[in-house]
T-cell receptor, first 113, second 111 residues
Framework: GAGVSQTPSNKVTEKGKYVELRCDPISGHTALYWYRQSLGQGPEFLIYFQGTGAADDSGLPNDRFFAVRPEGSVSTLKIQRTERGDSAVYLC???????????FGPGTRLTVL | KNEVEQSPQNLTAQEGEFITINCSYSVGISALHWLQQHPGGGIVSLFMLSSGKKKHGRLIATINIQEKHSSLHITASHPRDSAVYICAVPNYGGSQGNLIFGKGTKLSVKP
């Protein structure tokens, strides 16, 4: 079946702009995760959704970052007033109920100029 | 916060060799993940294990909960196994999805 998909695959923006990154999880997966991976580093946790609610948003670095999952499927990660330090690959993942293997999407490479 | 250490950082092997990658963590966990990331590629989950041993093809993962240690073994390694292997554990006090990732082991298998 279809895996986790993310759009866009690449996003180039200017400092100060607003961006939205989209994640389509595997159908039926109730748990959804956002991570980001800077060049040469391992991924770092941002936020975890169980259904529509954010069960754990302790990884969001500051209030410029926000994520939603209004219907319990697709999720959008929103970044306001982007900074050059936000440049990274943003990874989305999903799992059946949060206690199963995690399936990762291909990522969105964000470049802030 | 859970601390995750992987070794070695880099590993070069000849095709056919038996490979072992190690992962240690500092705080007790319910499950540990082994992930594979190819250059420029996405991340694939290889194993999620909470005790004992799991096997999938040429890959074997073991975990010792008491010693807070896990190993990933690759038998009869092949150049297509070349990738970065990452272990990840839940952050202490966080949710199951709040994973702390190791820095990864970069494996290169030469033909």
């Amino acid at each position: 079946g279809a895996g986790v998909s993310q759009t866009p695959s690449n996003k180039v923006t200017e400092k100060g702009k607003y961006v939205e990154l989209r994640c389509d999880p595997i159908s039926g997966h109730t748990a959804l995760y956002w991570y980001r991976q800077s060049l040469g580093q391992g991924p770092e946790f941002l936020i975890y959704f169980q259904g529509t609610g954010a069960a754990d948003d302790s990884g969001l670095p500051n209030d410029r970052f926000f994520a939603v999952r209004p219907e319990g499927s697709v999720s959008t990660l929103k970044i306001q007033r982007t900074e050059r330090g936000d440049s990274a690959v943003y990874l989305c993942a999903s799992s059946l109920e949060g206690r199963d293997r995690v399936h990762f999407g291909p990522g969105t490479r964000l470049t802030v100029l | 916060k859970n601390e995750v250490e992987q070794s070695p950082q880099n590993l070069t092997a000849q095709e056919g060799e038996f490979i072992t990658i190690n992962c240690s963590y500092s705080v007790g966990i319910s499950a540990l993940h082994w992930l594979q990331q190819h250059p420029g590629g996405g991340i694939v989950s290889l194993f999620m294990l909470s005790s004992g041993k799991k096997k999938h093809g040429r890959l074997i993962a073991t975990i010792n909960i008491q010693e807070k240690h896990s190993s990933l073994h690759i038998t009869a390694s092949h150049p297509r196994d070349s990738a970065v292997y990452i272990c990840a554990v839940p952050n202490y006090g966080g949710s199951q999805g709040n994973l702390i990732f190791g820095k990864g082991t970069k494996l290169s298998v030469k033909p």
